[in-house]
């Protein structure tokens, strides 16, 4: 799995995953800072990265072109600092694996996490 960090995110989350072993790049890193969401989307469909954010626009894009890839990850926690998030992630991406891999929109809320496989179907 690789992990494409969006802008809503820092760039430090990148750097904590690669230095825990863990493929992971932030959209400053490859030029992408001020790209449109639909150029990220097809960027980390392109690539085969899971995008991870804190912008519900990517579940709104995938449900719009009702697609199958690429998984999502949404933090909707009221905590953002980069250590709570990455403990979050690292904690529990082990039990969703499967089901990044199959293609699903991952939410981590304050209470619970939430699998919502692909395509979205309204």
């Known amino acids: 799995m690789q992990f ?4 809503a995110l820092s760039p430090k989350l990148a750097e904590m995953l690669r230095e ?5 790049v932030h959209v400053r890193e490859i030029g992408l800072h001020a790209a449109p ?6 960027n ?3 690539n085969g990265q899971i995008i991870v954010s804190a ?7 995938l449900a719009r072109l009702k697609s199958t890839t690429p998984s999502v990850i949404l933090f909707r926690t009221s905590r953002k600092q980069t250590e709570y998030l990455f403990d979050l ?9 499967s ?9 981590f809320d304050d209470r619970r996490v939430r699998v919502r496989m692909l395509p979205i179907m309204k």
């Open 4 to 7: 494409l960090i969006d802008n």
């Open 37 to 42: 969401d639909i150029v990220i989307f097809d």
């Open 89 to 97: 992630l690292t904690r529990t991406i082990g039990r969703f694996k």
């Open 44 to 46: 980390a469909k392109n």
């Open 55 to 61: 912008d519900t626009d990517f579940s709104a894009i």
């Open 20 to 24: 825990n072993g863990i493929e992971a």
């Open 99 to 107: 089901d990044l891999e199959l293609g699903c929109v991952l939410v």
